[in-house]
């Protein structure tokens, strides 16, 4: 099994360019969610999927989109980069809501 | 809402010491506590975790505890060792709610050799 795959590892965005940070897992999992990292912040969910066709917004969800047409695939959209949106992105995926997240290896964007 | 407040933020220990992180939650209703390690580079991976009806669980040398009435959780390493060196991440949530563990802001852990 390869778990939780995400590309790209490393990205160089400007001000206003869209782009799609990819997230897949081969486990079988249902539950799959993104979420951001930034110093001193821990890690805070962007959006989060319990299902094919299912999704939901979590904590900071502003400035992204996500879809979940097939249960491995859960990618995440951003509109409109926003220097504030300079961070890390860590894609996951479980059996359910209290079993373990198994995690990405991270995406690095930085927005100029 | 949930808040999980973690202490302290980076904690430097010796070699063979013990290391005790501890995690603080507002919601009294949460009833799941794991603990994730972030080695640098990688995301983070589960170590233990516990639920509200049991007080204490150990895996070798790392145990969490967990006391209800106060609202706090702690992480306790013994013999630590370089490897154990990483960020911590302590979570909270309650099992009926939605799909959203409330996470702490870490503890960056530091073993001096």
């Known amino acids: 099994n390869a778990g939780v795959t995400q590309t790209p590892k490393f990205q160089v965005l400007k001000t206003g360019q869209s782009m799609t940070l990819q997230c897949a897992q081969d486990?079988?999992?249902?539950?799959m969610s993104w979420y951001r990292q930034d110093p001193g912040m821990g890690l805070r969910l962007i959006h989060y999927s319990v299902g094919a066709g299912i999704t939901d917004q979590g904590e900071v969800p502003n400035g992204y989109n996500v879809s979940r047409s097939t249960t491995e695939d859960f990618p995440l959209r951003l509109l409109s980069a926003a220097p504030s949106q300079t961070s890390v992105y860590f894609c996951a995926s479980s059996k359910g809501t209290a079993s373990e997240q198994y995690f990405g290896p991270g995406t690095r964007l930085t927005v100029t | 809402g949930e808040n999980v407040e973690q202490h302290p933020s980076t904690l430097s220990v010796q070699e063979g010491d013990s290391a005790v992180i501890k995690c603080t939650y507002s919601?009294?209703?949460?009833?799941?506590f794991p603990w994730y390690k972030q080695e640098l580079g990688k995301g983070p991976q589960l170590i233990i975790d516990i639920r509200s009806n049991v007080g204490e669980k150990k895996d070798q040398r790392i145990a969490v505890t967990l006391n209800k009435t106060a609202k706090h959780f702690s992480l306790h390493i013994t013999e630590t060792q370089p490897e154990d060196s990483a960020v911590y991440f302590c979570?909270?949530?309650?099992?009926?709610?939605?799909?959203?563990?409330?996470w702490g802001a870490g503890t960056k852990l530091i073993i001096k050799p």
């Open positions: 919601d009294s209703a949460s009833n799941y």
């Open positions: 486990m079988n999992h249902e539950y």
């Open positions: 979570a909270a949530i309650r099992l009926d709610s939605n799909y959203q563990l409330i």
